[in-house]
Nanobody, 126 residues
Framework: QVQLVESGGGSVQAGGSLRLSCVAS????????MGWFRQSPGKEREEVAG????????SYADSVKGRFAISLDNSKDTLYLQMSSLKPEDTAMYYC???????????????????WGQGTQVTVSS
């Protein structure tokens, strides 16, 4: 079992930055890979960044590449998503996810049937 708690969302103007955090608890085996996903109203949930538990092999969706950075601090059991140069289209609910089973989809490390956090809202105004 894994519990995930996100924080750090908020409202920001276009061009601004935010850092999301996801504190994980539970067995580390179930966190072999982790990812950040987002979902806006009327759209499917999409993964924006993925990482393995080693903290290496980060991968990103094309829409955020060069602007977002995923990282993992295993000493704090915390996953981060540093978001810069934010755009209105980045507005969404952001979720972290973890799983012991992973694949690579669209070039991004993706947790399969993951544990989910409750989400944190990011709103970017123009």
């Amino acid at each position: 079992q894994v519990q995930l708690v996100e924080s750090g969302g908020g409202s920001v103007q276009a061009g601004g930055s935010l850092r999301l955090s996801c504190v994980a608890s539970g067995d580390t085996y179930s966190r072999y890979c982790m990812g950040w996903f987002r979902q806006s109203p009327g759209k499917e949930r999409e993964e924006v960044a993925g990482i393995y538990s080693s903290g290496r092999n980060t991968s990103y969706a094309d829409s955020v590449k060069g602007r977002f950075a995923i990282s993992l601090d295993n000493s704090k059991d915390t996953l981060y998503l540093q978001m810069s140069s934010l755009k209105p289209e980045d507005t969404a609910m952001y979720y972290c996810a973890a799983s012991p089973v992973c694949t690579v989809e669209k070039g991004i490390v993706k947790p399969i049937a993951p544990y989910w956090g409750q989400g944190t809202q990011v709103t970017v105004s123009s």
